[in-house]
């Protein structure tokens, strides 16, 4: 993976097929199957580490803003069966990229990581 943080309860890392430059994913370790079923305790952590990571790409590709998205259950558009946050920036008058399937370079990944973990510092 290109893992961009990580501490005790969250790794953030990049999204394989993203949406957009910068596409990121924020996880608990905790097990979760969405926020539906999550421990409450789990949230401070994770979204402690989601405005982290907000900050950061919007730092690392100077866009205009960031979405947040988080989905649960099929009907939502769930697929992947643990807890996530996208933190995806956005540029005015770009729309995200369909989630077509398609992987990302992993030489693009790798860049794209370095650009954010320099914008978090570490």
Do not use: C, W
Not at 11 to 36: C, E, W, Y
Not at 38 to 66: I, S
Not at 73 to 80: H, R
Request: no cysteine; charged share 20%.
């Amino acid at each position: 993976s290109h893992r961009i943080y990580e501490d005790d309860a969250v790794v953030a890392f990049m999204d394989v097929m993203p949406q957009g430059v910068g596409h990121t994913l924020v996880v608990p370790k905790a097990p979760s199957r969405n926020i539906l079923d999550a421990d409450p305790a789990t949230f401070g952590p994770l979204f402690a580490v989601v405005q982290k990571v907000a900050v950061a790409v919007k730092k690392a590709f100077n866009a205009d803003g960031v979405t947040l998205m988080q989905f649960n259950e099929p009907a939502s558009g769930q697929t992947v069966y643990h807890l996530h946050v996208h933190v995806i920036p956005r540029f005015d008058g770009v729309p995200l990229k369909p989630h077509s399937g398609q992987m990302e370079k992993p030489e693009v990944l790798a860049e794209n990581a370095g650009k954010i973990r320099a914008a978090l510092g570490n």
